[in-house]
């Protein structure tokens, strides 16, 4: 049986509310990026699901240049080693962190956090 959008929600919820500390504190894979990337789907959700208006959700086409998608991997391979968040990176080339983020998995096929994790992968080998 489907789950209705409260008992989705209440279970997104109490599902990753308890390992949301500790991303936090842990740093390496899933640190504040993946917690920005999860803040950020989850809010997406609750507009749709749940505002009386739906949200106008724009065409990322054009958002994020190639030269401008390049200052962001350019930062994070200088930054590898450190914690990174959406709204850092976002802020670099001047978008908001749902529309870099968007962009970003656009032009790249993968997620700012996933590629940030094959970065580390890359370098650890």
């Known amino acids: 049986m489907a789950q209705s959008g409260k008992e989705f929600m209440s279970n997104i919820t ?3 509310q308890s390992n949301v500390p500790n991303h936090l504190e842990s740093g390496g ?3 504040t990026l993946y917690v920005d990337a999860l803040k950020n789907a989850l809010s997406m959700h609750m507009l ?3 505002c009386a208006q739906k949200p106008n959700l724009l065409n990322f086409e054009g958002c994020l240049s190639s030269g401008k998608l390049q200052i962001v991997i350019d930062y994070i391979n200088a930054c590898i080693d450190r914690e990174l968040s959406l709204t850092e990176l976002a802020n670099l080339v001047h978008l908001s962190p749902y ?7 656009q032009m790249t096929g993968n997620t700012p956090h996933h590629y940030v994790i094959e970065c580390r992968i890359e370098k650890a080998k």
Request: cysteine-free.
């Open 48 to 50: 749709r699901r749940y």
């Open 99 to 105: 529309y870099f983020s968007r962009s970003f998995k």
């Open 29 to 31: 894979l899933n640190g």
């Open 14 to 16: 109490v599902s990753h």
